[in-house]
């Protein structure tokens, strides 16, 4: 990043809040599409999101990572697989803004960063820092907490925490881009989401063509609503550290919560704002953490990179020559 200018700087966090900003304040959008159900509009999300993406790669002309792709079974079937968690985490995600529980999903991405230390320690034998340790314990508290609070383990969070956190290794694994990443997905998705519009529609059940041309166009703009925030996101990702992009995710979960509150009115009791309170400390103490550890990364880079003064060289002595 040592090579990158301050605009690009500048273009990189504006694209990066423009980014976590429409994840964010997503939940204000998926109520629109009712009385569509959150299947169907899951469905059409799949659909157009496909659509809107594929003529993005034909303006820019970028198809070679297809071919390549399409000869590697190991990283289609890891394609495969990213397509199916994310699809359990959109619509989960879908229903839960529809059916009024706003909050308990940005619980899950306010998590997320903890259920993803989690499966680093689980799956990939990683070993953690003492805060690190320390931030895992206070979210299982946490969780603890809100399912006293809810009457029940906050489900809704732990899909959605769970999903993306392994939506996440599996794209690392596969280690596509934001854009190729999501064409091959919703590639994978097309299908099975086309057949279920049509079977829909051949019952007299889709909402598409029933509520009128701006429902459809609704439904339709799914894709651009899918594709626009990864687009900004990939702009970011280049220009700014990944240090800037960690503090920037939280955006997402915050505007979220705040429009389950002022927005949609729902109710926070004394437990919730607890186990809520409990996680906002354990990302702090990872914040904290990651940040401690990357400024001491720098000082050591910094002090390796810094070029010792020459060893003085010796005068021959004249009684020598």
């Known amino acids: 990043m040592a090579d990158i200018s301050k605009a690009e700087r500048r273009t990189g966090l504006v694209n990066g809040f423009a980014a976590y900003g429409m994840w964010g304040l997503v939940p204000l959008f998926w109520p629109l599409l009712k009385p569509a159900g959150s299947v169907e509009i899951l469905a059409h999300r799949m659909v157009w999101s496909l659509v809107f993406v594929a003529v ?7 198809w070679a990572w ?32 529809n059916a009024g529980h706003v909050v ?19 799956l990939l034998k990683e070993r953690l820092r003492s805060a ?11 969780v603890a907490v809100l399912t006293v609070g809810y009457g029940q383990p906050p489900w809704i969070s732990l899909v ?3 999903s993306f956190a392994t939506y996440g290794l599996v794209k690392k694994k596969v280690n596509l881009g934001g854009i190729e990443s999501l064409a091959a997905e919703t590639a994978i998705q097309f299908l099975p989401a086309l057949g279920y519009l049509l079977w829909l529609a051949g019952r007299g059940e889709s909402g598409f063509l029933d509520h009128g041309a701006g429902h459809a166009a609704l439904l339709a703009s799914t894709g651009i609503v899918t594709a626009v925030p990864l687009v900004c996101f990939g702009a970011a990702a ?4 990944l240090s800037t992009l960690g503090l920037l995710q939280y955006l ?46 720098a000082r050591a880079l910094a002090a390796v990179a810094v070029p010792r003064p020459a060893a003085p060289v010796a005068e021959t002595p004249a009684s020598q020559v």
Do not use: K
């Not at 990283?75 to 879908?94: D, K």
């Not at 999903?105 to 903890?114: C, D, E, R, V």
């Not at 320390?134 to 508290?141: C, T």
């Open 66 to 97: 297809a071919g390549e792709l399409l000869r590697q079974p190991r990283r289609l079937a890891l394609v495969a697989v990213a397509a199916a968690v994310i699809t359990v985490n959109w619509g989960v995600y879908i229903w839960s803004v």
């Open 160 to 162: 959605l925490a769970c």
């Open 104 to 122: 308990e999903a940005s619980l899950g991405y306010f998590i997320n960063p903890l259920v993803t230390i989690a499966m680093g320690v689980l």
């Open 56 to 62: 993005a790669l034909v303006f820019v002309r970028r």
């Open 132 to 142: 690190q340790w320390a931030a895992v314990g206070i979210g299982v508290a946490a």
């Open 238 to 241: 280049i220009r700014v550290p």
């Open 252 to 297: 997402a979960p915050v505007f979220q919560f705040l429009c389950g509150i002022l927005y949609f009115h729902e109710a926070m009791p004394t437990e919730r704002w607890a186990g809520f309170a409990l996680v906002w400390l354990a990302l702090a103490l990872l914040t904290w953490d990651a940040l401690r550890t990357a400024h001491q990364g």
